[in-house]
Nanobody, 125 residues
Framework: QVQLVESGGGLVQAGGSLRLSCAAS????????MGWFRQAPGKEREFVAA????????RYADSVKGRFTISRDNAKNAAYLKMNSLKPEDTAVYYC??????????????????WGQGTQVTVSS
C-alpha cells in the first residue's frame, strides 16, 4: 500500500507556471506507475499525465501536451507535474495516483488503486 500527498497548488495568472509534487510513503514507490488527474467544478475527473515506474514511458492528455511535463524521482519517492503556459481552463483540483501496473503509463482511472487528497490549482485570466 502507498499513501500519496500532493502539494504545490495555488493561484497563478494565465501564462504562469506551477510545479505540483506528489510525495509517496513506503519503500516500494518504484513498484508503481504514477498518474496525474484533475477535476474542474461541475466536471468529471479527467486524465492529465502518466509515467511508468522507470520514467521511460510518459503520456499526456492532448489538452496539456507541450505545456505540462510529468517526472518522478524514485530515490525521493516523489512524482512531479510541471505546468507551464497555464490557462484558465486548467483550473481544477489535481490528484496524483499510483498504479500497480508499473510498466505502463495508463490513462484509465480505474487502474489506479491509490489516490491523494488533491491540490487546488486556480488560473486567473
Amino acid at each position: 500500500q502507498v499513501q500519496l500527498v500532493e502539494s504545490g497548488g495555488g493561484l497563478v495568472q494565465a501564462g504562469g507556471s506551477l510545479r505540483l509534487s506528489c510525495a509517496a510513503s513506503g519503500r516500494t514507490f518504484s513498484s508503481y506507475a504514477m498518474g496525474w488527474f484533475r477535476q474542474a467544478p461541475g466536471k468529471e475527473r479527467e486524465f492529465v499525465a502518466a509515467i511508468s515506474w522507470s520514467g521511460g514511458i510518459t503520456r499526456y492528455a492532448d489538452s496539456v501536451k507541450g505545456r505540462f511535463t510529468i517526472s518522478r524521482d524514485n530515490a525521493k519517492n516523489a512524482a512531479y507535474l510541471k505546468m507551464n503556459s497555464l490557462k484558465p481552463e486548467d483550473t481544477a483540483v489535481y490528484y496524483c495516483a499510483a498504479n500497480r501496473l508499473r510498466f505502463v503509463a495508463s490513462t484509465t482511472q480505474s487502474e489506479y488503486a491509490y489516490w491523494g487528497q488533491g491540490t487546488q490549482v486556480t488560473v486567473s485570466s
